[in-house]
């Protein structure tokens, strides 16, 4: 670490399904400006963890801090909201959808209670601008 305030962290998040123990006390601190890898083995709960992260499960113990503020996420539309996306390797394209629609699919713009689509096509720009493919 360079000494900088984390910038999100994670301690003692520990998560079962059932009678398996899918994560266990496990820590992790990210600072800002930084690249993070998680490695392990298969089963190691590398998934788990990103799930917490993401607002996708619940831990069943343990704290995160968010800019020093505990947090916690009901959705990943609430880690969306307070800037936590994840990306996950399971998720494929749905090729019956446009471009702009596989881009927001978890989270589109709305406008009263319908896709707005032109917000959705400016989201989509801007996302593929910072990606350098518009």
Avoid: W
């Amino acid at each position: 670490m360079n000494g900088a305030a984390p910038l999100f962290r994670m301690e003692g998040i520990s998560k079962r399904y059932g009678g398996v123990r899918a994560l266990e006390k496990a820590d992790l601190t990210v600072t800002a400006g930084s690249i993070h890898a998680i490695l392990g083995e298969n089963g190691a709960g590398k998934s788990t963890l990103i799930k917490v992260m993401a607002g996708v499960v619940a831990p069943d113990e343990g704290t995160m801090t968010l800019d020093g503020r505990e947090v916690t996420f009901a959705s990943p539309a609430a880690a969306n909201q307070a800037g936590i996306v994840c990306i996950f390797q399971e998720l494929s394209l749905i090729p019956e959808l446009s471009v702009a629609d596989n881009i927001v699919i978890s989270d589109p713009p709305k406008r009263f209670g319908m896709i707005d689509r032109k917000a959705q096509r400016r989201l989509a720009e801007q996302a593929l601008a910072r990606a350098g493919a518009a």
